[in-house]
């Protein structure tokens, strides 16, 4: 399986957001965005401007993960301004079937997130109308909160869907993700990770970037993972 790593740019510096992304262009595969409405999560960030300011400032591809309450209304617009990967809620989508639909139709991946209370099972037939999967691994809404290990089970069941139905699609995990807790993802089938303060919280964000694929990687071939012991790279700020 492979390992894509989603740097989240929630954890990194607002004002020096092209900066922050060209830190991790070589290393990391994509680029997450949160969009926050203060509705939805008690929480605000960014919206379309800037996802198409960075479209045209970053080299990475556009993850947006759209934690609004209305992305019927909104999360074809994120695919039209350029993102590569626009993923709505499960517990926001009014119409999933119809938004999903749209923003493949405007040429992005779509993909569809659970928080960590919502079963997945439920989506299970809608998997042909979505390129990846996120299960939540903390509430959203905020960065740098604990790894929510009670979602793991749930992981392993949306890769026998993900199996059963075939296809490729990816299986995204996000929250509190880092060089202690990616492994344990990888063992349980996710294979896209997004990752704010081990990445965007380290003196050298490319090379937190690589130590999480190692990790990951290690976990996959049942190596130990490097760094458990001491607490994994520092952190600034
Ligand atoms: C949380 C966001 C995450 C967040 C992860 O609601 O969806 O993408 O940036 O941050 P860390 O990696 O710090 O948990
Ligand atoms: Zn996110």
Redesign the pocket.
């Known amino acids: 399986m492979s390992v894509r790593i989603s740097p989240?740019l929630?954890?990194a510096d607002f004002a020096r957001l092209a900066d922050e992304a060209a830190a991790v262009a070589g290393v990391a595969d994509w680029l997450?965005v949160?969009v926050?409405d203060g509705h939805f999560?008690p929480n605000l960030t960014v919206g379309l401007p800037v996802v198409a300011a960075l479209r045209r400032h970053a080299a990475l591809p556009l993850d947006c993960?759209l934690?609004i309450s209305d992305p019927d209304r909104w999360a074809p617009d994120y695919a039209r301004a350029g993102a590569e990967n626009v993923t709505i809620h499960a517990e926001a989508a009014a119409a999933p079937v119809r938004t999903l639909r749209t923003i493949r139709a405007a040429g992005a991946r779509a993909g569809l997130a659970v928080n960590p209370g919502t079963a997945v099972e439920p989506y299970a037939d809608l998997l042909g109308e979505v390129d990846m999967l996120l299960i939540?691994t903390?509430?959203?809404?905020?960065?740098?909160?604990p790894f929510l290990d009670l979602v793991l089970p749930k992981v392993r069941r949306a890769r026998e869907l993900i199996a059963r139905h075939g296809g490729e699609i990816w299986l995204q995990v996000?929250?509190?993700?880092?060089e202690q807790t990616i492994g344990r993802c990888a063992q349980a089938g996710a294979d896209v990770f997004?990752?704010?303060?081990?990445v965007f919280?380290a003196q050298d964000p490319a090379a937190a970037v690589k130590a999480l694929r190692s990790a990951a990687q290690d976990a996959l071939a049942g190596r130990p993972a490097p760094g458990a012991a001491d607490g994994g790279p520092a952190t600034r700020g």
């Not at 903390?138 to 909160?145: A, H, S, T, W």
Request: without cysteine; proline residues 3%; charged residues 15%.
């Open positions: 989240s929630l954890a997450h949160d926050m999560v993960h934690m939540m903390v509430e959203p809404g905020f960065g740098g909160q996000d929250g509190g993700v880092d997004v990752a704010g303060t081990a919280g």
